[in-house]
């Protein structure tokens, strides 16, 4: 392909200055297009066409669009529309991870699966940065594109292109929603996926969608609805209301912890029509009195209060006894309910084949087997000492950002305000301050800090290094993980409930949280997983596993 230019044509957005166009000047090709303003609240609306002169006519007569003043034209010799739609996707993603303006497009149509086409690297990474660029040029975005692609609100786009799988998923839960929200049985939407598989992903832009419907003028059977998502983890939510920033039917009030929504609705002060879940595993399943939990189940309450409910789960994903949860659990709460089910199965985090992730799984199984020989482009390592390790995810970080050291609750640490630290062989490092409103790993200074199980879950880095601590040794005998709960710190997990919704061996449950953790923090790394074990006989395992002597 013979190298071609990005060319960018600005015009006032008005009938005098649209009239002048003509398809003919841009060839006859495909163009992607920018209209913006620049006040105190600015706002975009990105898209792509063969008809300019009759696209932005028709955008001049909406009322919202109307408003906009800069039309920007993106042209190139070598454009077609597979290339500009990926573009307009792309650019769309990376305004919303940028947070320079309020985003005016709706919902993309649910059918828009991620494809293929010819020489798509070129016009997806070359011809791309190449226009973010001239528009950095312009002012008309601030970050560079290694910068808000390593961001959370990029990752959890509603925009994201989704694989085949994620698509039928969306379209499943939008008809779902559609047929049962005039149901007068309560509706559950049951989504099963392991850590990785892109759950949240989905859900990020169904709800984006439901608002959509919810809130247009055209009459639909959403429309007008009260809808509400869910995540009992501080740093997810901050993410989903970064995101409501840069989008026009997202509120932040719509973002909400399960037990304040429970209040909420039980004192009328809120309606809930349709409400997702994310991270149903982090759902308490018993009373929880200190914080403010009164109930016995958030689930069961949380579908009392709605029409329809959407459930994203992991069974291999609660951390604590007040959060113990299984797939019969579910079944038993809404036995009474319109059920379907969808299992996610790809692997979307993990850029690596499918024996890296099957390593991890058969670790968590307490099983350490040999590492692969051919990891491909990841890096699976094994580290004797841990501020070696450190030094290798500091120079990672350097090189490709949001890198981390990450840790086993085996280390003493308080709610007090104090200081508490992860100490190994060569290594101390603060445990994760979490006091801002960004989420832990987008903050440059915590580098220096270690990240735990509460502060990563849900989100990617690109290289972890997880520091395996005493709970978790080997036994030499019969050659498996042993598990010892009395060294795990976190002494709020095993926190044992008289009025729970479920019943449960403590000590085998407590061994299945610190597994759970274990599979958490191994599949936070993009790029690269690095493992550091405090115990001398998992150490030594582990290194006969990197030689491949197992």
């Known amino acids: 392909m013979e190298e071609k230019n990005v060319e960018i044509s600005t015009y006032e957005f008005k009938r005098t200055s649209i009239s002048d166009l003509s398809s003919a000047k841009f060839n006859n090709y495909p163009v992607v297009y920018i ?29 919202v669009k109307s408003k906009l003043e800069k039309a920007v034209i993106v042209s190139h010799d070598h454009f077609n529309q597979s290339a500009t739609y990926n573009i307009e996707t792309n650019l769309i993603n990376f305004f919303i991870a940028d947070q320079k303006y309020q985003i005016l497009n709706k919902s993309q149509i649910t059918s828009a699966v991620t494809h293929n086409y010819y020489n798509k690297p070129k016009y997806n990474h070359d011809i791309f940065k190449e226009l973010w660029e001239k528009l ?13 692609q390593n961001k959370d609100i990029f990752k959890l786009s509603p925009y994201k292109e989704l694989s085949e799988s994620q698509i039928e998923l969306k379209e499943n839960i939008l008809n779902f929603c559609k047929r049962n929200i005039n149901s007068d049985k309560p509706s559950v939407y049951f989504i099963k996926g392991e850590a990785g598989t892109g759950k949240s992903v989905v859900l990020s832009s169904t709800f984006n969608a439901i608002q959509d419907l919810s809130y247009t003028k055209d009459e639909n059977d959403l429309q007008g609805t009260e809808n509400y998502l869910l995540v009992n983890h501080e740093e997810m939510i901050k993410t989903y209301k970064a995101i409501s920033d840069s989008l026009p039917n997202l509120k932040k009030k719509n973002f909400m912890k399960p037990t304040s929504f429970i209040t909420a609705s039980n004192n009328g002060k809120i309606n809930p ?17 200190f914080n403010g939990y009164k109930g016995t189940n958030h689930l069961k309450d949380i579908i009392h209060n709605s029409k329809v ?41 993990i850029q690596a084949d499918t024996s890296v992730v099957d390593w991890i799984d058969n670790f968590v199984a307490r099983k350490v087997t040999s590492i692969p020989k051919s990891t491909g482009d990841y890096e699976l390592k094994i580290f004797d000492d841990a501020g070696k390790m450190f ?18 609750f085996d280390y003493e640490h308080k709610k007090d305000g104090g200081d ?46 997880v520091i395996l601590g005493p709970s978790v040794s080997y036994n ?18 095993f926190q044992d409930f008289k009025n729970k919704s479920v ?26 997983l690095y493992i550091y074990a405090s115990d001398k006989k998992l150490r030594n395992a582990l290194n006969k596993a990197q030689r491949g002597e197992l």
């Open 476 to 493: 030499e005998q019969t050659n498996q993980i042993e598990i010892i709960s009395k060294n795990y710190k976190d002494k709020g997990a």
């Open 136 to 148: 950095r040029e312009d002012k008309l975005v601030d970050g560079t594109l290694e910068y808000l």
């Open 420 to 465: 508490y630290y992860v100490e190994e062989t060569g290594f101390k490092g603060l445990w994760n301050t979490t006091n801002d409103s960004r989420t832990w790993a987008e903050r440059p200074d915590t580098i220096k800090e270690v990240g735990s199980i509460y502060t990563v879950q849900g989100f990617d880095l690109n290289y972890v290094g």
């Open 391 to 408: 030094e290798a995810i500091d120079s990672k970080n350097d090189k490709h950002e949001l890198s981390r050291i990450v840790a086993t």
């Open 35 to 63: 209209l913006h303003n620049d006040k105190k609240k600015s706002s975009a609306y990105i898209g792509e066409t063969v008809q300019i002169r009759n696209r932005l006519n028709s955008h001049i007569k909406d009322p």
């Open 503 to 528: 019943e449960y061996t403590v000590e085998d449950t407590k061994e299945q949280i610190i597994l759970n953790s274990i599979n958490v923090l191994m599949k936070r790394g993009v790029k690269g």
């Open 273 to 289: 029509d349709i409400t997702l879940i994310d991270e149903a595993h982090l759902l308490l399943s018993s009373e929880d009195a």
């Open 309 to 349: 409910t959407i459930i994203v789960f992991d069974e291999k994903q609660f951390l604590k006894l007040k959060s113990y949860w299984t797939e019969e659990l579910f079944k038993d709460i809404t036995h009474d309910a319109n059920v379907e089910t969808f299992e996610l199965t790809d692997q979307f985090r």
